[in-house]
């Protein structure tokens, strides 16, 4: 598994599970919004995965487009659903929360090296464009990575 996809998955399981329970319609929206954007950019990675030339014109649209809808996820929690996140809970929970993401990613990564074998050499999910140097996740840990490790405000 990927950073990017333990970290969705990371986010799926913790943040937006309790989003989900929330009496506040905007919260419950900002869960499920999250969920769905997070399992379109997976379904895009299996198709990335699967394509068996990485140098074609096909790949490199694939890419950009997955860059497009990380970019527009990232904009999006940054924008509105965070500040939702920091409404739902006070500082405490959002402290645990925090906590709980971190290691969930952390289990997930390293289950992950150990079941898929990554460490013998076999390739992640993470495509790794090389046509026109793109990058694929451009800004993704910068943004992302404070919230995930301590959803500070």
Same mark, same amino acid.
């Given at each position: 598994m990927s950073k990017l996809l333990a970290h969705a998955h990371a986010e799926q399981n913790v943040l937006y599970r309790n989003m989900e329970k929330s009496d506040d319609e905007e919260a419950r929206s900002f869960a499920y919004e999250g969920d769905n954007e997070h399992r379109i950019v997976e379904q895009q990675l299996e198709q990335m995965s699967r394509t068996r030339n990485k140098m074609s014109e096909q790949w490199t649209a694939q890419a950009t487009v997955l860059r497009e809808l990380i970019n527009q996820h990232v904009k999006k929690e940054e924008g509105t659903r965070f500040r939702c996140a920091r409404r739902e809970f006070d500082s405490a929970a959002l402290e645990k929360l925090g906590e709980q993401l971190r290691r969930q990613k952390e289990k997930l990564l390293t289950e992950t090296?150990?079941?898929?074998?990554? /460490? /013998?050499?076999?390739?992640?999910?993470? @495509?790794? @464009?090389?046509?026109n140097s793109t990058l694929i996740v451009c800004g993704y840990r910068e943004v992302c990575e404070p919230f995930c490790c301590g959803i500070r405000s």
């Amino acid at each position: 598994m990927s950073k990017l996809l333990a970290h969705a998955h990371a986010e799926q399981n913790v943040l937006y599970r309790n989003m989900e329970k929330s009496d506040d319609e905007e919260a419950r929206s900002f869960a499920y919004e999250g969920d769905n954007e997070h399992r379109i950019v997976e379904q895009q990675l299996e198709q990335m995965s699967r394509t068996r030339n990485k140098m074609s014109e096909q790949w490199t649209a694939q890419a950009t487009v997955l860059r497009e809808l990380i970019n527009q996820h990232v904009k999006k929690e940054e924008g509105t659903r965070f500040r939702c996140a920091r409404r739902e809970f006070d500082s405490a929970a959002l402290e645990k929360l925090g906590e709980q993401l971190r290691r969930q990613k952390e289990k997930l990564l390293t289950e992950t090296l150990g079941r898929d074998g990554l /460490a /013998a050499g076999r390739p992640s999910l993470v @495509p790794r @464009p090389v046509r026109n140097s793109t990058l694929i996740v451009c800004g993704y840990r910068e943004v992302c990575e404070p919230f995930c490790c301590g959803i500070r405000s």
